[in-house]
């Protein structure tokens, strides 16, 4: 095979692992690390109606559509009375509440939940047409043709155009022409429709943007109109009064177009409020609701959609190959010996619940208490499978014994000794006496002594609150500890072991030259 092909594959597993993992936090906001928080605003707009009862009650709401700097998470709809459903028109979305009877007054609420968008936002909707170049009335139109002319010289494009009209028309002072258009405007709205008007006149669409402003603790917010232009490929949000491009992070665009009103039919219409709180949550759940609003399925294939229980298993599961390419490392480069590859492994998986201390004290004092019996039972000549069920017997009454002596001493935590696998146990003990026999007690020490600090290691490693989260929420990497097992397959020098056991034969060579 080509020497070439394992460096390739382990490179493309990698890459491929790493690119997941970065895919999914930068566009879904999935954290590296655990216990991380998302800032999240609440919006809730109460409206409140009164009615004689004499007919139906039908109320139309206008409510948020696209978002294009943040990402929905929750939307309710919270009114005893009223039914609702949500209605998309081509001005946007509409919610639109309905009662049979209302008699006096009641409250409905809309609460929306939001946070930021991490990724790009695409704009689907359709270009609009081209406005008609309006009839200005004079002087008002040579003020405006002469302004246009000027601002078409300096600019580049439709946002550059409209950036710098705008900055012409909101800066202090100005010129007489200036002063003379913005004397037709006596409000916010009347200042962005005149803007409008303006812009028409070089056949650029545009529209009103009603945007709330968020602040933590807001009670009785209102909506302000902002400008929007389309540069033939998406709508861009510009600030009337500053001329800066972009949506602030905390302002919500609430809906486009002609002043928002609620149509109500049965029904008087009392006041229309807005309320904000600026809350953290999870950053994992926050993402999980990120990646539903976008319509992605890679979170849907994920971990984070199976049942609690089925999670819990995969968490202690994922950690299980970082665990082996411990063993690699600790067999292959260092040199350690072992009771086999997974072994190690099992114990430490145990430990989980006995903790690190009491798992050694245990796991010895069975292995030892076994051991000796294994040895009687070497001198009674009994064949291989019914000595390994002998072995097995008497590792789970040595377990029991340890469970009731511990019980009744206070030791509760001993109990979890039985979360050792009886069957590894045995065989561990088989595997020890037979060591013992052939290549002496040292050696059988030896190794069971490795397996132990093998297993002390993959103890403290897999049992790291931070890679057990790392490994759930992106299981992808394990494609990255899959390449290094593979790289350490092909290692055959020297182990660490073995450059201090010929230590002086090194120096010897090193003074030789």
């Known amino acids: 095979m080509n020497r070439w092909h394992l460096p390739f594959v382990t490179l493309l597993l990698a890459t491929t692992g790493l690119g997941l993992a970065v895919y999914k936090s930068r566009a879904f906001g999935l954290p590296f690390t655990p216990k991380s928080e998302a800032e999240v605003w609440t919006v809730e707009a109460r409206v409140s109606v009164q009615s004689d009862g004499s007919s139906p009650v039908r109320l139309e709401m206008p409510i948020p559509g696209e978002l294009p700097h943040l990402v929905r998470i929750q939307e309710d709809f919270i009114s005893p009375v009223f039914g609702v459903v949500v209605n998309q028109q081509p001005e946007g979305r509409q919610a639109v509440w309905t009662a049979r009877r209302l008699d006096g007054e009641a409250a409905l609420y809309y609460r929306l939940q939001v946070a930021e968008r991490l990724g790009a936002y695409t704009d689907t909707s359709r270009p609009p047409p081209y406005p008609r170049v309006p009839d200005y009335e004079e002087p008002f139109g040579a003020a405006i043709r002469s302004l246009l002319n000027e601002v078409r010289r300096q600019s580049a494009d439709i946002e550059s155009f409209s950036r710098q009209l705008l900055a012409r028309y909101v800066k202090p002072g100005g010129d007489d022409r200036i002063q ?153 480069v260092i040199g350690l010996q072992t009771f086999g590859t997974f072994m190690p492994i099992l114990i430490a998986m145990a430990f989980r619940e006995t903790r690190l201390l009491l798992g050694l004290l245990l796991f010895s004092s069975v292995v030892a208490l076994s051991l000796l019996v294994r ?101 992808e990497l394990l494609l990255v500890v899959l390449a290094l097992t593979l790289l350490m397959g092909r290692y055959t020098g020297y182990r660490l072991s073995e450059l201090w056991r010929f230590r002086h034969l090194l120096r010897l060579s090193e003074e030789n030259r």
């Open 180 to 332: 003379l258009l913005r004397a037709r405007a006596a409000t916010p709205l009347e200042h962005v429709q005149n803007l409008i008007h303006m812009l028409a006149g070089a056949r650029i669409p545009a529209r009103v943007a009603w945007t709330l402003s968020l602040s933590d603790g807001m009670r009785s917010g209102q909506l302000e109109p902002w400008l929007q232009i389309h540069n033939e490929q998406r709508w861009i949000t510009l600030n009337p009064m500053t001329g800066a491009s972009g949506l602030p992070d905390d302002r919500l665009i609430w809906t486009t177009g002609e002043l928002p009103q609620i149509r109500a039919e049965g029904a008087t219409v009392g006041t229309w409020s807005f309320a904000a709180a600026r809350t953290h949550r999870d950053l994992l759940m926050v993402a999980k609701e990120r990646a539903q609003d976008l319509g992605s399925a890679l979170l849907d294939l994920s971990l984070l959609g199976l049942p609690l229980q089925t999670q819990n298993v995969y968490r202690l599961l994922l950690v299980v190959p970082v665990g082996a390419l411990l063993v690699v490392v600790m067999r292959n």
């Open 375 to 475: 040895f009687y039972f070497e001198k009674l000549r009994l064949l291989l499978v019914p000595r390994l069920a002998a072995v097995v017997t008497v590792v789970v009454l040595v377990m029991t014994a340890i469970s009731v002596f511990s019980h009744q001493l206070g030791m509760d935590r001993a109990l979890s000794i039985a979360l050792f696998p009886m069957v590894i146990l045995a065989m561990t003990v088989e595997r020890m006496s037979l060591v013992w026999e052939e290549s002496g007690p040292w050696d059988a020490l030896l190794q069971g002594a490795g397996s132990l600090v093998v297993a002390a290691l993959a103890y403290l490693v897999m049992n790291q609150p931070s890679l057990e989260y790392l490994l759930f929420v992106f299981p």
